[in-house]
């Protein structure tokens, strides 16, 4: 017999249960009502199906009812996953972006390549208080350093802004060091 521990020494491991366990529904993750109409349809399917298999092998004849019922739903679990697909989960979705406050679109380079330009024509303006030309500066070099991977560019930017304001404190943690 193997032992990994010392006799006097317990396990650091949570203690098992005293019965064997096995939770029957994930309570982090509830099956979503699409998944429990896929569920009843299947399972009504499955038997539809052995009873035209028993059917067949108990007769020798096919029992239509029963093929005709399981096309019926074989259509119905078809019919309602587009409807699912086409109607229910974009009505929820807009349902809870109305109501939750929405999320916000995925960013695209379209409209970072927009933002780039608007920050620059307002940098190159000039007519920006002091606070707004500084966040405008570090927005648009952190643009430059993460998203156009152009690190010198953002570094120059910087540089220029704390030439311009060597007091500041929003340029303080700015640069890449």
Known sequence: MVRFSRRGG?????PAPAAFYVP????YEPPSPRAVVRGILG???VGAALAVVVSFFATGAVAWKAVALLAALWG???FLGGLFDLIVAPLGRFLGNALGGGEPPPPSDTGLAQETAMLERLLAGGGLERHREIL???RLAEIYRL?????AKAEALIARLEGKYPAAPELKYARLR
């Open 10 to 14: 317990g396990c650091q491991l949570a």
């Open 43 to 45: 399972v009504a399917m």
């Open 76 to 78: 119905a679990w078809g």
């Open 24 to 27: 029957a529904v994930d309570e």
């Open 147 to 151: 998203h156009q991977r152009d690190a």
């Open 136 to 138: 405008v500066g570090v």
